[in-house]
């Protein structure tokens, strides 16, 4: 007879931990479907990919709740990956705490030995003409929340992943119409949250970004 188990991974096994909103979170059901749940899907048996995001969560709330961040740090051990993606819901943090933030959550990663890598955000479906527009962005009152990461990235010597500008080419080029697919605007006019198939796409760049920085061995991928 064959059957399925559940087993705890190895203590050996290198994990790849996700810290982000929900747009990486695991959502609860169909059509939502955050990036970080099709992640997995390019990795081979030895990899354990952690998802610890949450809808809603900023560089604040992670740092203020203890079942986020406080919670992730001691699963943490040298050779593990922190993929970080937090800015759609920093809409009022200044670009002092912002940067901050960013900066805390990076020192105290590499304290546990792990890797941090800043991820920036997905665009949102909001164009003006051909164009995305600031709040498709993530610009805030705060200025572009993506700059203040790549340049925390620049600062600090972090990887960074811009998967902000990733999506913006993508998007852009499919234009206003043709990228309704990624997200659930068809659905209920969601133009943050993404679809099923827009998940998969963002994963697809994301594991694309991790295997071209060498970020995860090759015996790893699919």
Known sequence: MAGIGIRPADARTPRLALLGDSTVT???????????QRLPAHFRLGVSVVNHSGSGESTVSVLAK???FDALVPQL?????ALVQLAHNDKETTAEQYRANLTEIVDRVRATGATPVLVTPIVRL???GDQLNSTGMIET?????????????????VHLIDLTALS????????????QPIYLIRENGDRTHTSEHGATVYADLVAGELRRLGLVPERYWR
Not at 77 to 81: C, E, I, K, S, V
Not at 168 to 179: S, Y
């Open 126 to 128: 909001r164009f003006d």
């Open 77 to 81: 051990r040298p050779g593990d990956l």
């Open 66 to 68: 203890p079942e986020m």
């Open 141 to 157: 009152a705060a200025g572009s929340l993506p700059r203040h990461m790549r340049d925390v990235a620049t600062d600090l010597g």
């Open 26 to 36: 695991d959502q609860g059901g169909a059509p939502y479907t955050g990036w970080g």
């Open 168 to 179: 913006e080419e993508l998007v852009e080029g499919l234009g206003p119409v043709d990228a």
